[in-house]
């Protein structure tokens, strides 16, 4: 906290000195007063130059270079006040999707479906075709005893429609063996937002349910 600057709720002061951070929209262009990816312009000492087991320096590349050429992606989505240049910081951006301008978190949807009959887990992510438009997948894994079926799929997107809007209703919804996590616990979600956008994955190894991986990785969605 810098004392001799004002505060205001919600914002990040400042930027660290020496850190040239910017905010890119999906066209790569930096803006402010609007949501998107938090990017650092510049080298910075603290900067990791390699991984373990990353001797050629692929998995740096790919996971912090390879999205936002020319900057250091940090993957977290943010906004710029800018007013008072303050910066706020909502998640991480592997979770958000922007299909037709309407800028959602797949958090949403997974608060949303929270305690929806026969639903176990599920998945949501983005999925481009060549023109970079976005549309949005949610896999869902179902209980035993339960599958997707018509009627299913129609109270999830109502469920989903009355909790949030129609604009978060998924473009496609398909039932999946089992939902990908890593050691910790975690949703990956960019694991298969890579997989079902035919992108190079290198660190497979960190999913502790792999038998997962086959189906992500040759799912067929269709072109659109």
């Known amino acids: 906290m810098d004392q001799n600057m004002p505060v205001y709720k919600g914002e990040i002061q400042a930027l660290s000195l020496g850190m040239d951070i910017r905010i890119l929209d999906e066209k790569d262009k930096p803006v402010l007063g609007k949501r998107g990816e938090v990017v650092l312009r510049n080298p910075y000492p603290a900067l990791p130059i390699s991984l373990l087991k990353d001797e050629d320096k692929q998995k740096v590349s790919e996971m912090y270079l390879s999205d936002h050429p020319g900057y250091w992606n940090n993957g977290d989505d943010g906004w710029q006040n ?7 910081v909502f998640g991480r951006s592997d979770d958000t999707m922007n299909p037709k301008g309407a800028r959602y978190n797949c958090g949403d949807i997974y608060f949303a479906l929270e305690g929806f009959p026969g639903l176990k887990d599920s998945v949501c992510v983005s999925q481009y075709n060549k023109d970079l438009d976005e549309r949005v997948i949610l896999f869902v894994k179902m209980l035993p005893g339960y599958s997707l ?21 998924p473009d496609i919804i ?36 792999p038998s997962c991986i086959e189906f992500f990785k040759n799912v067929d969605l269709g072109e659109f």
Do not use: C, S, W
């Open 174 to 209: 398909m039932e999946a063996p089992d939902i990908p996590y890593n050691l910790t616990g975690k949703k990956l979600n960019a694991l298969v937002k890579k997989f079902i956008n035919k992108r190079k994955v290198t660190n497979v190894e960190i999913v502790v349910n």
């Open 149 to 169: 079926t018509p009627d299913v799929e129609k109270d999830i997107k109502k469920t989903i429609e009355q909790d949030l809007t129609y604009e978060h209703i």
């Open 82 to 88: 800018p007013i008072t240049k303050g910066l706020m």
